[in-house]
């Protein structure tokens, strides 16, 4: 049982790029997550989803896209990398608002 | 909208002291809350959650918090700190009201000395 797997874990990027993240999960959850992790900021929410073709913004949602085509999948887009999107990424996974978060081992990213 | 503060960024205890970290919420009804915990490098895992019923909930490592509705407070305790329980503390907040969204804190990172 692998829970929620992240994919890439490391990227480099050049600003200008594009990249997705890719999450994935295999509890059959509704509920999917995105977030970034800076220092001192804790986990910022970039988007989410509630089900199988819905998607929310979240707190930072500017300079990110998201699709949710399969339940057990949710990418995060980069359409035009910069500098000020480095960060960790986490995805997370509930089954419901009011039961645990699983989460990723996280994406570090970097955009020179 | 929902928040969560975590008004200490860092904390120090010694090995064997008590531990008091504080969460604080910004929500007109009764929300969903939790405690996380982050080891250095790794991703988030629960200790214990609140959504009704007794207000002081049991969660995993020895940690307790307990629910105060009048403070809108969810504040981490644990009797005896350990060496290993140095990480970083995340408080979180989710609710119905907001869309689903689950939200966290700052985070406060806890030290331990011997």
């Known amino acids: 049982n692998a829970g929620v797997t992240q994919t890439p874990k490391f990227r480099v990027l050049k600003t200008g790029q594009s990249m997705t993240l890719l999450c994935a999960q295999d509890m059959n959850h509704e509920y999917m997550y995105w977030y970034r992790q800076d220092p001192g900021m804790g986990l910022r929410l970039i988007h989410y989803?509630?089900?199988?073709?819905?998607?929310a913004k979240g707190e930072v949602p500017d300079g990110y896209n998201v699709s949710r085509l399969k339940k057990q999948n949710f990418l995060l887009g980069l359409e035009s990398a910069a500098p000020s999107q480095t960060s960790v990424y986490f995805c997370?996974?509930?089954?419901?608002?009011?039961?645990?978060?699983?989460f990723g081992q996280g994406t570090r990213l970097t955009v020179v | 909208a929902q928040s969560v503060t975590q008004p200490d960024i860092h904390i120090t205890v010694s090995e064997g002291a008590s531990l008091e970290l504080r969460c604080n919420y910004s929500?007109?009804?009764?929300?969903?809350l939790f405690w996380y915990v982050q080891s250095p490098g790794q991703g988030l895992q629960l200790l214990l959650k609140y959504f009704s019923g007794d207000t002081l909930v049991q969660g995993i490592k020895g940690f307790e918090a307990e629910f105060k509705r009048s403070q809108s407070s969810f504040n981490l305790r644990k009797p005896s700190v350990h060496w290993s329980d140095a990480a970083e503390y995340f408080c979180?907040?989710?609710?119905?009201?907001?869309?689903?969204?689950?939200?966290f804190g700052a985070g406060t990172i806890l030290r331990v000395k011997s």
């Open positions: 979180a907040v989710g609710a119905m009201e907001y869309g689903n969204k689950l939200v």
């Open positions: 929500y007109g009804a009764t929300p969903y």
């Open positions: 997370a996974s509930t089954r419901d608002i009011n039961t645990e978060a699983f």
């Open positions: 989803s509630v089900g199988e073709g819905t998607t």
